[in-house]
């Protein structure tokens, strides 16, 4: 954690923001993980199905998370390279046009998959609150804390970068953009739920 903390403080293009947002939802994945792992007593016997469905597919949210920070930090690596090609010919102006775009591109993909993912544990840590011990509750609350911090970070890496595409490819991320301020609203109910629950014990 100290060593990937020293480089995202440093003077580098990357890690940045965007591997920042998926670290958000890679952490949340494995708080929500966590939380059902502790819900394996004879007790939530009834329930293990639901349980060992949640842990397989948080876990596997975890990793889909961690290879999005990797692929943020190459996307974001690919368009500083596509700026920098050359466009002194007709020719040569094209190429780079079209390089720029495609890097544009997927540098708004990675951050719309990690709203992806953010959504899919965000409903992962809802469907666990009623039956995840009581003990480790709080921990489905952070997790609500950073899929929501996931999506918002996401929203300014999709914004910033399809700001830049011609209408047609930026249209694209705009289902995306519409769906983080309904992720965020229930990551703010699941929070405001779990308080509840911490409240009434």
């Known amino acids: 954690m100290g060593g990937y903390l020293t480089e995202l403080a440093a003077k580098v ?4 923001g965007g591997a920042v947002a998926a670290l958000h939802v890679a952490q949340a994945a494995a ?3 966590m939380v059902a792992r502790y819900t394996t007593r004879a007790k939530d016997a009834e329930h293990r199905p639901a349980v060992d469905r949640i842990i397989a597919a948080a876990d596997a949210a975890r990793e889909r998370a961690l290879a999005l920070a ?3 930090a190459s996307a974001f690596t690919a368009v500083g390279a596509a700026y920098k090609l050359p466009a002194t010919t007709e020719e040569e102006s094209a190429d780079r046009n079209a390089a720029v775009t495609a890097a544009l591109v997927e540098a708004a993909r990675v951050p719309a998959a990690v709203v992806d993912e953010a959504d899919e544990v965000l409903s992962l ?3 666990l609150l009623p039956i995840g011990n009581p003990n480790v ?3 489905i609350g952070a997790a609500a804390d950073a899929a929501r911090a996931a999506a918002a970070s996401s929203q300014l890496n999709i914004e910033i970068n399809t700001s830049s595409l011609p209408e047609a490819q930026g ?3 705009a289902a995306t953009l519409a769906r983080i ?3 965020s609203a229930r990551a703010d109910a699941l929070h405001a739920d779990v308080l509840s629950a911490v409240r009434g014990r």
Do not use: K, R, S, Y
């Not at 293009?13 to 940045?16: D, M």
């Open 13 to 16: 293009p990357a890690p940045g």
């Open 31 to 33: 708080l929500v993980a």
């Open 70 to 72: 990797d692929a943020d």
């Open 125 to 127: 840590a809802a469907e």
């Open 137 to 139: 509750v709080t921990d």
């Open 171 to 173: 249209a694209a991320f």
């Open 181 to 183: 301020e309904e992720i």
